[in-house]
């Protein structure tokens, strides 16, 4: 399942900034994939911190091949061994067990997290275990499908509002900037940004200064 969006999103960000206009009418419709299951959202990022992509999924597959389906009863009852020899680390095993307990016995409501705003989601997410504000705003984006995230603590966005407006820096209040003329729409603004940072329009380069 991807996330979905259509001609209402992108004919607003169309109207609100010339720029953007022409990289959405350049690349086309992005196609990213979603976790709608919260609970394995939440496990699939915390492995995914500080590796490739590739070794996330790598390890994301052992997993899959193990138990079939990751829910709270299933994490809750591995073994902690088990789950390190799949590739992840001690500490993330950690994080992934206190997740599933914590679930598992009621002490965290899941189901409420969708029902929140997404200030509130963000906090609830955060103060997990092994969960910081940018992974939360990733679970926001690609599990819950909430259309206004935009996250500054995302690199790639960084390069990508370089790259589209030429910024040699983007700091918070010019961050903001994009943020207001972007929303209510700004998952689908960092879907556009996201792919021109992995280079779909080779003629667009990054205007950060290069370091010495």
């Known amino acids: 399942m991807y ?14 900034d010339e720029r953007m206009a022409a990289v959405i009418n350049q690349i086309g419709h992005v196609n990213r994939e979603v976790d709608t299951d919260l609970f394995s ?14 070794a996330q999924q790598t390890i994301w597959k ?6 079939g389906v990751v829910t709270p ?20 095993v950690k994080y992934i067990k206190d997740f599933a307990e914590k679930v598992h016995t009621g ?31 990733m679970i926001l984006l690609f599990c819950l499908q909430r259309p206004d995230v935009f996250s500054f603590g995302d690199l790639a966005i ?25 929303s209510p729409y700004c998952s689908v603004a960092s879907l556009y940004l996201w792919a021109v940072a992995g280079g779909v329009i080779p003629e667009m380069r990054d205007y950060a200064p290069k370091k010495k």
């Open 3 to 16: 996330f979905q969006y259509g001609e209402v999103e992108t004919e607003y960000l169309k109207s609100r």
């Open 41 to 54: 959202a939440v496990i699939h990022h915390i492995i995914g911190q500080q590796i490739s992509t590739k």
């Open 62 to 67: 052992r997993m899959l091949d193990k138990y």
């Open 73 to 92: 009863e299933i994490i809750y009852q591995a073994d902690v061994n088990e789950l390190q020899s799949m590739g992840t680390t001690f500490k993330k």
């Open 107 to 137: 002490v965290f409501d899941i189901e409420a997290v969708s029902r929140m705003s997404d200030q509130d989601a963000i906090e609830a997410l955060a103060a997990l275990k092994g969960i910081g504000v940018w992974t939360a705003e």
């Open 158 to 182: 960084l390069r990508g509002l370089r790259m589209v407006y030429h910024h040699r820096k983007i700091d918070r209040k010019l961050f903001e900037k994009y943020r207001r003329r972007f």
